[in-house]
């Protein structure tokens, strides 16, 4: 039987609600979010931080949970797609979304809403390129990316400057 | 998840000095573990061979941008999308700009540290070439004190280093020398954004005029370390940039690097467009003689 | 009367639930009690298994452990042919060939137990080439290697060669894709010995899988249950693989009487599962001199991998689609599907004519410069017209006219303007720029007989509060099958959308309207939701409790009395294949499709030559199809099959060694960015249908036809290269530049 490490302590904010779980140190957040939380709109792609789909932000800033080791959260405030809309009211970019067919199969959506909504945070009206490159790490293979750009797009316009 | 997770250990030291302290007393155990872009993508495929693991992500100590008169100097642990961020790096360093916006996306730009890409010696890692014609010295540091030593040299071999198994990177020191100096960086990958790169370049040039008074040239993915071409800086400097200078330049550069075959392309179309993108920097520095770095997405742009 | 949905961008169905994270995909389910499942597989591409071994370190005893010879039915997966068995026995022929199954609570411990187990193998010669397998110096299937062929002959070939003014000859290959859909394949069975087997899955095709498992485990129709959960992308990838991961995973719950779960990891997922077959095609062209077709001889093999699969109907497509959208008096198409020791290659969308196509529009560019013509000019004098046969003599009935769509097409991608600055500026450039075009065709629905064949059937079912549900074995796996169908059932049916409700797939509830494939889900299976929908109006209205201009809220009243009165209240619709259509199987000859899908698409290119990377810098794409359901959803296939096409042109490199997938990651399998893709242009035709629902035809695979030729043929336009394979990566345009540079400087 493989020696193993002790599972540590981890207290860490998650969508404003706290959370205290016990965890391998090394294992990925993404797992501990889907597997220990339960919350399973975070998705795993490709395991290797090129897809996307696990994109998450960790006080504030967007990262691929898939390489972030849990033990490196604690503390951190972590928002995942169940905390991007308010009770029922969708944000901006999930109604361009519906609205622009920027979600086909879906599986890469949560992702993609994650890095366009801290896009528009970042940037408030991004050019076409500033789209194209704050998206460039979040990978679709049903749209063609068109009606996700177009749906960025509407969501600036939607909500006049700041998202 | 191709790892056994169970069997890895890491732990969150509270203080550079307390991380020192344990690669002191336990050597060779501990590794340094920053934002993990690179040791986890290996952990995930099941090949990461190591086992214990410090956290180095919330030092500090490792942390932090500062500018003096003579020096820009990075912390460790300065990310690609804090570098992208500061202003003396755009203006004075924008290699290494261009280069941090040029590696992965956002999100892999906001964990991956320079010290990390350094210290994980891939010879296709997009900063170093940037770093390398910066003329940088990097701070080692260990329990029993520090050393500054100069970039150009830490890597003696492929995934080998002058740093030693109690070591941490603390600083990257840039001298600030090459204001009005002519830059050109060109990553050539698989795609236009998160790619490896196939070929890496990255040059600058003090020009009087016509002639060449000093030259830096770096590049990456053709040898087994990121590599400063000395004898092409040699052979380059105080010549005047002509067409004849060109083919001889590409000669020399045939001479100095290695480059492979491998899963993701060919050495003689490394050999070539690593030939070709000297070419255009020479270019450059006839037609502008000063300061324009190119931008490879730039393309996307027109 | 109510506003017409058909033709509106309805809100996606199912959207909210995508947007908020909230619509669960297989790994996002919860089964108390579940097992993790792994399989154990071949890294030898042919060889006789010698031996298993279980190594030291871990607890065998709490592993469920499944071979060959657990399985309680047929040790096959039940497709065309009985050749592909779920767990090799006694031989492998591809290097990811399954041979053992683990399970265990613990997803970590698993992959070390799988690492632990050793199989010896003593390797025999294997054949990774269509050459190789052609040459049969090896048998390593059937007797001659050969999985199918075809033969379509019309008129006389072999008289032309005599008489022709020109005979163009090339040969074009293309190469294993992979599908990439961001979720990977996943199941979850639940299988008690006496009751039955139930799966749950990434899946587009629910009942190929219950058949596959009846086979499996011996069982009859209504012990096994097969539902298909929120699915993540298919493109054919998950059209019968499925039936395999289904069949793992239940053999394990099975064995262990708990349930499992198996999802792959990316890297099992790209290697182990199927890709799109490599091809070779041949042409041999006929042409009088002022540019007219008289003979085309084509010879098309394509490459599936080690067993049978759908090479036979991936073949037969790749066949059909091989002379193109032009009328050309004698035709000859021979065809193969090959076996090689790579894993079985399977459907991606396109199924062959991606294939096919990019030979036969490279060719024709071509022999139209052999002849001193444009492209363009060389297809308005060959293009098919109303009332001329195709190579197996259908003769088209609809209103086709592909030359107004090219002149459309190249209108719009401003194609000669831009063509003839691009000649004068390009020299002395180091980047250089093109425009190219392909002019093709895309068959709906299933070939020849297939959709009698299939026999698909479509239940509606009303509620006493009015609401409808549509019960239907399509799936939908993103390209808006909710969606469509609720239009479609609402406008027959004078409703709201709202009203309609999309049951889930799941084979104990609803019929059996055939797989989703072969872009049949709208043109096919629609017509039975709208006839179904028809047929429940005339149901309520015979019956008296409706009358005609009617409003929902009548509706609502009409269903609940009549529930109250008679009971539930259904319809059904079965396929009837529209008149005067007729197909022989036995001389490959008749109306091949019902009705086709007709495109033009150019491309705008420019190549570094600095760098020799091409980037694709505008694609316009003009196609009829039919009435357009859903015009964001429409164009979202098109946009999306596009980039899939350009990915299939410039980027995905599958690296083979020794038959085993090398770049297996997405770090070295590449997929295009938001950053890569062009801006994607799409324009509608719509010449109304008269068998698919308010006139619509098939288009989710027309897009992966075209893109490909276009822009390697816009390569040609910007540098004077001629490349005969895609992909085309920098690597290899800087070879052929090379080569082109050395023989100008000869001449």
Same mark, same amino acid.
């Given at each position: 039987?493989?020696?193993?490490?002790?599972?540590?302590?981890?207290?860490?904010?998650?969508?404003?609600?706290?959370?205290?779980?016990?965890?391998?140190?090394?294992?990925?957040?993404?797992? /501990?979010?889907?597997?220990?939380?339960?919350?399973?709109?975070?998705?795993?792609?490709?395991?290797?931080?090129?897809?996307?789909?696990?994109?998450?932000?960790?006080?504030?800033?967007?990262?691929?949970?898939?390489?972030?080791?849990?033990?490196?959260?604690?503390?951190?405030?972590?928002?995942t797609?169940?905390?991007?809309?308010?009770?029922?009211?969708?944000?901006?970019?999930?109604?361009?979304?519906?609205?622009?067919?920027?979600?086909?199969?879906?599986?890469c959506?949560?992702?993609?809403?994650?890095?366009? /909504?801290?896009?528009?945070?970042?940037?408030?009206?991004?050019?076409?390129?500033?789209?194209r490159?704050?998206?460039?790490?979040?990978?679709?293979?049903?749209?063609g990316?068109?009606?996700?750009?177009?749906?960025?797009v509407?969501?600036?316009?939607?909500?006049?400057?700041?998202? | 998840?191709?790892?056994?997770?169970?069997?890895?250990?890491?732990?969150?030291?509270?203080?550079?000095?307390?991380?020192l302290?344990?690669?002191?007393?336990?050597?060779?155990?501990?590794?340094?573990?920053?934002?993990?872009?690179d040791?986890?993508?290996?952990?995930?495929?099941?090949?990461l061979?190591?086992?214990?693991?410090?956290?180095?992500?919330?030092?500090?100590?490792?942390k932090?941008?500062?500018?003096?008169?003579?020096?820009?100097?990075?912390?460790?642990?300065?990310?690609?999308?804090?570098?992208?961020?500061?202003?003396?790096?755009?203006?004075?360093f924008?290699?290494?700009?261009?280069?941090?916006?040029?590696?992965?996306?956002?999100?892999t730009?906001?964990?991956?540290?320079?010290?990390?890409?350094?210290?994980?010696?891939?010879?296709?890692?997009?900063?170093?070439?940037?770093?390398?014609?910066?003329?940088?010295?990097?701070?080692?540091?260990?329990?029993?004190?520090?050393?500054?030593?100069?970039?150009?040299?830490?890597?003696?071999?492929?995934?080998?280093?002058?740093?030693?198994?109690?070591?941490?990177i603390?600083r990257?020191?840039?001298?600030?020398?090459?204001?009005?100096?002519?830059?050109?960086?060109?990553?050539?990958g698989?795609?236009?954004?998160?790619?490896?790169?196939?070929?890496?370049?990255?040059?600058?040039?003090?020009?009087?005029?016509?002639?060449?008074?000093?030259?830096?040239?770096?590049?990456?993915?053709?040898?087994?370390?990121?590599?400063?071409?000395?004898?092409?800086?040699?052979?380059?400097?105080?010549q005047?940039?002509?067409?004849?200078?060109?083919?001889?330049?590409?000669?020399?550069?045939?001479?100095?690097?290695?480059?492979?075959?491998?899963?993701?392309?060919?050495?003689?179309?490394?050999?070539?467009?690593?030939?070709?993108?000297?070419?255009e920097?020479?270019?450059?520095?006839?037609?502008?003689?000063?300061?324009?770095?190119?931008?490879?997405?730039?393309?996307?742009?027109? | 009367?109510?506003?017409?949905l058909?033709?509106?961008?309805?809100?996606?169905?199912?959207?909210?639930?995508?947007?908020?994270?909230q619509?669960?995909y297989?790994?996002?389910l919860?089964?108390?009690?579940?097992?993790?499942?792994?399989?154990?597989?071949?890294?030898?591409?042919?060889?006789?298994?010698?031996?298993?071994?279980?190594?030291?370190?871990?607890?065998?005893?709490?592993?469920?452990?499944?071979?060959?010879?657990?399985?309680?039915?047929?040790?096959?997966v039940?497709?065309?042919?009985?050749?592909?068995?779920?767990?090799?026995?006694?031989?492998?022929?591809h290097?990811?060939?399954?041979?053992?199954?683990?399970?265990?609570?613990?997803?970590?411990? !698993?992959? #070390?137990?799988?690492?632990?187990?050793?199989?010896?193998?003593?390797p025999?010669?294997?054949?990774?080439?269509?050459?190789?397998?052609?040459?049969?110096?090896?048998?390593?299937?059937?007797?001659?290697?050969?999985?199918?062929?075809?033969?379509?002959?019309?008129?006389?070939?072999? +008289?032309?060669?005599?008489?022709?003014?020109?005979?163009?000859?090339?040969?074009?290959?293309?190469?294993?894709? +992979?599908?990439?859909?961001? #979720?990977?394949?996943?199941?979850?069975?639940?299988a008690?010995?006496?009751?039955?087997?139930?799966?749950?899955?990434?899946?587009?095709?629910?009942?190929?899988?219950?058949?596959?498992?009846?086979? @499996?485990?011996? !069982?009859?129709?209504?012990?096994?249950?097969?539902?298909?959960?929120?699915?993540?992308?298919?493109?054919?990838?998950?059209?019968?693989?499925?039936?395999?991961?289904?069949?793992?995973?239940?053999?394990?719950?099975?064995?262990?009487?708990?349930?499992?779960?198996?999802?792959?990891?990316?890297?099992?997922?790209?290697?182990?599962?199927?890709?799109?077959?490599?091809?070779?095609?041949?042409?041999?062209?006929?042409?009088?001199?002022?540019g007219?077709?008289?003979?085309?001889?084509?010879?098309?093999?394509?490459?599936?991998?080690?067993?049978?699969?759908?090479?036979?109907?991936?073949?037969?497509?790749?066949?059909?689609?091989?002379?193109?959208?032009?009328?050309?008096?004698?035709?000859?198409?021979?065809?193969?599907?090959?076996?090689?020791?790579?894993?079985?290659?399977?459907?991606?969308?396109?199924?062959?004519?991606?294939?096919?196509?990019?030979?036969?529009?490279?060719?024709?560019?071509?022999?139209?410069?052999?002849?001193?013509?444009?492209?363009?000019?060389?297809?308005?004098?060959?293009?098919i017209?109303?009332?001329?046969?195709?190579?197996?003599?259908?003769?088209?009935?609809?209103?086709?006219?592909?030359?107004?769509?090219?002149?459309?097409?190249?209108?719009?991608?401003?194609?000669?303007?831009?063509?003839?600055?691009?000649?004068?500026?390009?020299?002395?450039?180091?980047r250089?720029?093109?425009?190219?075009?392909?002019?093709f065709?895309?068959?709906?629905?299933?070939?020849?007989?297939g959709?009698?064949?299939?026999?698909?059937?479509? +239940?509606?079912?009303a509620?006493?509060?009015?609401?409808?549900?549509? !019960?239907?074995?399509?799936? +939908?796996?993103?390209?808006?099958?909710?969606?469509?169908?609720?239009?479609?059932?609402?406008?027959?049916?004078? @409703?709201?959308?709202?009203?309609?409700?999309?049951?889930?797939?799941?084979?104990?509830?609803?019929?059996?309207?055939?797989?989703?494939?072969?872009?049949?889900?709208?043109?096919?299976?629609?017509?039975?939701?709208?006839?179904?929908?028809?047929?429940?109006?005339?149901?309520?209205v015979?019956?008296?409790?409706?009358?005609?201009?009617?409003?929902?809220?009548?509706? #609502?009243?009409?269903?609940?009395?009549?529930?109250?009165?008679?009971?539930?209240?259904?319809?059904?619709?079965?396929?009837?294949?529209?008149?005067?259509?007729?197909?022989?199987?036995?001389?490959?000859?008749?109306?091949?499709?019902?009705?086709?899908?007709?495109?033009?698409?150019?491309?705008?290119?420019?190549?570094?030559?600095?760098?020799?990377?091409?980037?694709?810098?505008?694609?316009?794409?003009?196609?009829?199809?039919?009435?357009?359901?859903?015009?964001?959803l429409?164009?979202?296939?098109?946009?999306?099959?596009?980039?899939q096409?350009?990915?299939?042109? !410039?980027?995905?490199?599958?690296?083979?060694?020794?038959?085993?997938?090398?770049?297996?990651?997405?770090?070295?399998y590449?997929?295009p960015?938001?950053?890569?893709?062009?801006?994607?242009?799409?324009?509608?035709?719509?010449?109304?249908?008269?068998?698919?629902?308010?006139?619509?035809?098939?288009?989710?695979?027309?897009?992966m036809?075209g893109?490909?030729?276009?822009?390697?043929n816009?390569?040609?336009?910007a540098?004077?290269?001629?490349?005969?394979?895609?992909?085309?990566m920098?690597?290899?345009?800087?070879?052929?530049?090379?080569?082109?540079?050395?023989?100008?400087?000869?001449?």
């Amino acid at each position: 039987m493989p020696d193993r490490a002790n599972k540590v302590e981890i207290t860490c904010t998650v969508n404003g609600e706290t959370h205290s779980f016990k965890a391998y140190p090394m294992a990925r957040l993404l797992d /501990v979010l889907r597997q220990e939380l339960r919350l399973t709109g975070t998705k795993e792609g490709c395991g290797e931080g090129e897809c996307g789909a696990c994109s998450v932000w960790i006080d504030g800033e967007i990262a691929n949970s898939c390489l972030v080791p849990v033990l490196q959260v604690a503390g951190s405030e972590i928002k995942t797609i169940e905390g991007i809309a308010t009770g029922e009211q969708l944000h901006a970019v999930q109604e361009a979304f519906i609205s622009c067919g920027g979600a086909q199969c879906g599986i890469c959506t949560p992702g993609m809403v994650m890095a366009a /909504v801290n896009l528009l945070e970042r940037t408030p009206r991004p050019s076409e390129t500033e789209i194209r490159m704050g998206l460039a790490g979040n990978l679709c293979r049903c749209t063609g990316y068109m009606k996700i750009f177009e749906a960025v797009v509407r969501a600036c316009q939607a909500t006049g400057v700041k998202v | 998840m191709r790892s056994y997770v169970p069997a890895y250990e890491l732990r969150a030291p509270e203080s550079l000095e307390a991380a020192l302290e344990l690669l002191e007393r336990e050597p060779d155990v501990w590794k340094p573990l920053a934002g993990g872009t690179d040791l986890m993508v290996l952990f995930e495929a099941g090949k990461l061979t190591h086992r214990k693991f410090l956290s180095i992500w919330k030092l500090s100590e490792l942390k932090g941008i500062e500018v003096t008169p003579e020096h820009v100097t990075l912390g460790a642990l300065t990310t690609y999308t804090q570098a992208q961020a500061h202003a003396v790096l755009q203006r004075e360093f924008s290699l290494l700009c261009q280069a941090a916006r040029e590696t992965g996306g956002i999100a892999t730009q906001n964990r991956g540290t320079l010290a990390g890409n350094i210290v994980n010696g891939s010879p296709a890692a997009d900063s170093p070439p940037a770093l390398l014609v910066y003329d940088p010295q990097i701070e080692l540091v260990s329990a029993r004190g520090s050393r500054w030593v100069p970039y150009h040299g830490f890597h003696t071999g492929y995934k080998t280093m002058v740093l030693r198994p109690e070591e941490i990177i603390r600083r990257i020191r840039l001298p600030r020398t090459k204001q009005g100096w002519g830059q050109y960086y060109r990553k050539v990958g698989t795609r236009k954004a998160q790619a490896i790169s196939k070929v890496c370049f990255a040059g600058s040039a003090q020009m009087q005029h016509n002639t060449i008074r000093d030259i830096r040239i770096a590049l990456g993915s053709v040898a087994p370390i990121v590599l400063r071409c000395v004898r092409n800086i040699a052979a380059l400097r105080s010549q005047k940039v002509s067409a004849g200078a060109f083919a001889a330049a590409k000669e020399t550069l045939a001479q100095e690097i290695t480059p492979i075959d491998d899963m993701r392309s060919t050495a003689a179309y490394r050999l070539r467009v690593a030939q070709n993108l000297l070419e255009e920097f020479l270019l450059q520095l006839q037609n502008n003689g000063g300061d324009e770095s190119h931008r490879g997405l730039a393309a996307a742009e027109s | 009367m109510k506003k017409h949905l058909i033709g509106r961008p309805v809100p996606r169905k199912e959207g909210r639930a995508k947007v908020t994270g909230q619509a669960r995909y297989v790994d996002d389910l919860v089964f108390p009690g579940i097992l993790y499942g792994a399989t154990v597989r071949s890294r030898v591409a042919r060889g006789r298994i010698k031996g298993i071994s279980f190594g030291e370190g871990i607890p065998w005893h709490e592993f469920t452990i499944v071979t060959a010879k657990d399985i309680p039915g047929e040790n096959y997966v039940a497709l065309i042919a009985h050749d592909q068995p779920y767990l090799a026995d006694g031989v492998v022929n591809h290097s990811e060939e399954p041979v053992v199954l683990l399970a265990h609570p613990e997803k970590y411990l !698993l992959e #070390e137990a799988r690492r632990a187990v050793q199989l010896e193998i003593e390797p025999l010669r294997p054949t990774f080439t269509i050459e190789d397998s052609l040459s049969k110096k090896e048998i390593i299937w059937g007797e001659d290697n050969v999985f199918k062929s075809y033969s379509v002959e019309k008129g006389n070939v072999d +008289e032309v060669w005599a008489r022709a003014d020109f005979i163009v000859e090339g040969e074009y290959r293309t190469g294993a894709q +992979e599908q990439l859909y961001i #979720e990977t394949n996943g199941m979850i069975a639940v299988a008690i010995p006496e009751k039955g087997v139930t799966v749950w899955g990434s899946m587009q095709c629910p009942y190929y899988v219950h058949k596959a498992l009846m086979a @499996l485990f011996g !069982l009859p129709a209504d012990k096994v249950r097969v539902i298909q959960s929120e699915t993540g992308g298919g493109f054919g990838g998950k059209e019968e693989y499925p039936s395999m991961i289904a069949g793992h995973a239940a053999l394990l719950a099975w064995k262990s009487g708990k349930p499992v779960k198996i999802i792959y990891d990316r890297a099992e997922d790209m290697a182990a599962t199927t890709k799109r077959h490599p091809s070779r095609t041949r042409h041999r062209t006929a042409v009088s001199k002022d540019g007219k077709l008289l003979g085309m001889e084509i010879d098309f093999v394509i490459d599936g991998g080690a067993y049978t699969t759908l090479s036979p109907v991936v073949l037969s497509r790749g066949t059909i689609h091989a002379p193109g959208p032009y009328s050309c008096p004698n035709v000859r198409i021979r065809s193969r599907a090959v076996a090689t020791n790579a894993p079985p290659h399977g459907a991606f969308r396109g199924f062959g004519a991606p294939q096919s196509i990019f030979a036969l529009e490279r060719h024709l560019n071509r022999v139209a410069r052999a002849i001193g013509l444009t492209p363009e000019e060389f297809r308005q004098r060959n293009f098919i017209q109303p009332g001329q046969t195709t190579a197996t003599g259908q003769v088209i009935r609809e209103n086709v006219n592909m030359n107004h769509l090219l002149e459309r097409a190249l209108a719009l991608s401003d194609y000669h303007a831009k063509t003839a600055r691009f000649a004068r500026e390009n020299s002395g450039q180091r980047r250089k720029k093109g425009m190219g075009f392909a002019s093709f065709m895309h068959g709906a629905g299933f070939t020849g007989s297939g959709e009698q064949y299939l026999a698909s059937v479509v +239940e509606l079912e009303a509620t006493p509060q009015g609401r409808v549900r549509v !019960l239907a074995a399509s799936t +939908e796996i993103g390209q808006g099958t909710n969606t469509i169908f609720s239009q479609i059932a609402a406008d027959a049916l004078g @409703l709201d959308y709202d009203s309609i409700e999309i049951l889930k797939p799941d084979t104990a509830s609803v019929p059996n309207s055939g797989p989703t494939v072969a872009s049949r889900t709208c043109m096919v299976v629609g017509k039975l939701v709208e006839a179904a929908a028809l047929g429940l109006k005339q149901t309520l209205v015979g019956s008296g409790f409706l009358q005609e201009g009617y409003t929902p809220a009548g509706f #609502e009243r009409a269903c609940k009395r009549y529930i109250e009165s008679h009971g539930p209240l259904k319809s059904s619709s079965q396929y009837q294949p529209p008149p005067g259509i007729h197909w022989d199987d036995a001389t490959y000859y008749g109306d091949a499709y019902g009705t086709y899908a007709w495109a033009v698409y150019v491309a705008e290119v420019t190549v570094d030559t600095v760098t020799f990377e091409t980037e694709v810098n505008d694609f316009v794409a003009v196609q009829e199809v039919g009435k357009v359901i859903h015009p964001v959803l429409a164009a979202g296939q098109i946009e999306g099959g596009v980039a899939q096409a350009i990915g299939y042109a !410039l980027y995905e490199n599958v690296v083979w060694n020794e038959g085993r997938m090398l770049n297996s990651q997405m770090t070295n399998y590449i997929m295009p960015t938001a950053v890569d893709v062009p801006p994607i242009r799409v324009f509608f035709e719509e010449l109304p249908y008269s068998y698919g629902p308010a006139g619509a035809k098939g288009l989710g695979e027309l897009p992966m036809d075209g893109a490909a030729p276009a822009i390697v043929n816009a390569i040609e336009n910007a540098t004077g290269v001629s490349i005969h394979h895609i992909p085309v990566m920098p690597e290899s345009l800087m070879e052929a530049l090379a080569v082109t540079e050395k023989a100008v400087e000869r001449a």
